[in-house]
């Protein structure tokens, strides 16, 4: 999937944005996201805006979108990105060498330890019965992204070349007829079963099978990982034209803000993005 990856990537430059917002209509925030520098010494938690290099360190960014009653869907992102914290640490250390050809394992054992933390929570205590979170994840390391995912949060890839590629697959019915050409954008946004997840981290899911895979990143290339918040309040074109092109005085503004601020105007559910841009480094 992508172009072949540049064979200068330990030289790209790496700016990223993060926000998460509660949105006009909830009353609490269920979303979270992450973004980490990861090296052979350990893990580093960045900022909500920030430039660095792939020659310093792997990225690590993720969004995720939690789900059960009371305080619940809270802890449960919040969960689901303070593990990634701890085992992606642990399992840098001891896989840092030969990433490409162990990425794909790497992640699924990291996103089947959160499903089972969030069961194990969800069955021990009845205020989290039915705890449960989406999870988008990117691993950015020279020339690749690495990716895993499950619910209907999303990662979309932007290439230098133009255009809008939605890397994830949303794990419900209606994001499979979609995908298969059944239903076009405007039908999957109206569909009454768009929300019914057939998978995500617990919740009950006894099965969990994360979307894994991997692009190829060229200077210019830029993502965004988000959750269906800001789907819900923006079209894909739309989504597309707020980060290449913003208007006039909305230059200055992050990349993730813009976004958010857009969305939230017709939004129903809370909102995150982050948008991470690659560029060839300075001279």
């Excluded at 789900?67 to 303070?82: K, L, Q």
């Excluded at 768009?194 to 993502?223: C, K, N």
């Excluded at 894909?236 to 990349?255: K, L, S």
Aim: hydrophobic fraction near 40%; include cysteine; proline fraction near 4%.
């Amino acid at each position: 999937m992508g172009p072949t990856p540049d064979s200068s990537g330990h030289h790209f430059a790496v700016h990223w944005s993060g926000i998460t917002d509660r949105g006009r209509i909830r009353q609490n925030n269920e979303d979270a996201f992450l973004a980490l520098a990861v090296d052979g010494h350990g893990v580093h938690h960045l900022g909500k805006i920030g430039d660095s290099s792939l020659a310093r360190s792997d990225f690590i960014f993720a969004v995720s979108d939690g789900m059960g009653g009371a305080n619940a869907g809270e802890f449960a992102s919040r969960i689901a990105v303070d593990r990634i914290t701890r085992l992606m640490a642990r399992r840098f250390r001891t896989s840092a060498q030969g990433i490409d050809a162990g990425f794909s394992d790497i992640l699924a054992e990291l996103f089947s330890q959160i499903h089972h933390d969030l069961l194990r929570l969800g069955s021990s205590y009845e205020e989290c019965s039915g705890m449960g979170a989406t999870l988008s994840l990117g691993w950015l390391t020279p020339g690749w992204l690495y990716f895993a995912h499950v619910g209907d949060s999303r990662i979309y890839y932007l290439p230098a070349t133009g255009g809008l590629q939605q890397l994830t697959h949303d794990h419900t019915h209606v994001g499979w007829q979609r995908r298969t050409g059944k239903i076009n954008e405007r039908e999957a946004r109206s569909h009454p079963g768009r929300v019914s997840l057939q998978q995500a981290l617990g919740a009950g899911y006894q099965v969990m099978d994360p979307h894994i895979g991997a692009v190829g990143m060229q200077p210019g290339d830029q993502l965004l990982f988000c959750t269906d918040g800001l789907v819900d309040g923006l079209w894909d074109r739309r989504i597309e034209e707020a980060i290449r092109q913003p208007e006039a005085t909305q230059v200055a503004v992050p990349a993730a803000k813009r976004l958010v601020d857009e969305a939230r105007e017709s939004s129903r559910d809370n909102l995150t993005a982050i948008v991470v841009e690659l560029h060839p480094p300075a001279t």
